[in-house]
T-cell receptor
Framework: ETGVTQSPTHLIKTRGQQVTLRCSSQ?????VSWYQQALGQGPQFIFQ???????GRGNFPPRFSGLQFPNYSSELNVNALELDDSALYLC?????????????FGPGTRLTVL | AQSVTQLDSHVSVSEGTPVLLRCNYS??????LFWYVQHPNKGLQLLLK??????LVKGINGFEAEFKKSETSFHLTKPSAHMSDAAEYFC???????????FGAGTTVTVRA
């Protein structure tokens, strides 16, 4: 176990709705990254938060947004849900040091959009 | 930009035989390379990482990988497969100061009894 937790485990929404996913980072980590994993594919980088600010973003529209809190936990918000948003959403935490940090993943939230 | 290509979408081995998962990378800068494993309905677990130290990297559960710059490869091996190795394996690349991970498409490993 990595110590990274995510909630909820599963979620079902309908098109047009909004959703908030939550992530608690591993103790001692200061950076949170979010990834989307569609069925049968590798995870795709959504964005990363460091010191409560967005620090890099993948090819996702602005309706995907996030927050990082002072305790380094994080939220991913998705507005105006579309059917293609159905996926496993993974959160990863890491300790930002010089160079590349190693990311440790939570179990994910399975989002189904109907 | 950086990317990885996993050369096999599916690998099937018999229990007790060697496992080889092939990965080629592309990167404009010196890369860091990782292998992650994902068991059904689970999150991603780090198997091993290469970050410009020794080119032969040993990981958990008997896995190891070798970084070959001349071939731009980072293949994952295990001498003897176990039933519990059945899972999805991802080769991943990142570069210094660009902290996102770029994943390959994955290789599904099945282990026959």
């Amino acid at each position: 176990e990595t110590g990274v937790t995510q909630s909820p485990t599963h979620l079902i929404k309908t098109r047009g709705q909004q959703v908030t996913l939550r992530c608690s980072s591993q103790s001692g980590h200061n950076t949170v990254s979010w990834y989307q994993q569609a069925l049968g594919q590798g995870p795709q980088f959504i964005f990363q938060y460091y010191r409560e600010e967005e620090n890099g973003r993948g090819n996702f529209p602005p309706r995907f947004s996030g927050l990082q809190f002072p305790n380094y936990s994080s939220e991913l918000n998705v507005n105006a849900l579309e059917l293609d948003d159905s996926a496993l959403y993974l959160c990863a935490s890491s300790l930002r040091l010089a160079g590349t940090d190693t990311q440790y993943f939570g179990p994910g939230t399975r989002l189904t959009v109907l | 930009a950086q990317s990885v290509t996993q050369l096999d979408s599916h690998v099937s081995v018999s229990e007790g035989t060697p496992v080889l998962l092939r990965c080629n990378y592309s990167s404009s800068y010196s890369p860091s390379l990782f292998w992650y494993v994902q068991h059904p309905n689970k999150g991603l677990q780090l198997l091993l990482k290469y970050t410009s130290a020794a080119t032969l990297v040993k990981g958990i559960n008997g896995f190891e990988a070798e970084f070959k710059k001349s071939e731009t490869s980072f293949h994952l091996t295990k001498p003897s497969a176990h039933m519990s190795d059945a899972a999805e394996y991802f080769c991943v690349v990142s570069v210094k100061n660009d902290y996102k991970l770029s994943f390959g498409a994955g290789t599904t490993v099945t282990v026959r009894a």
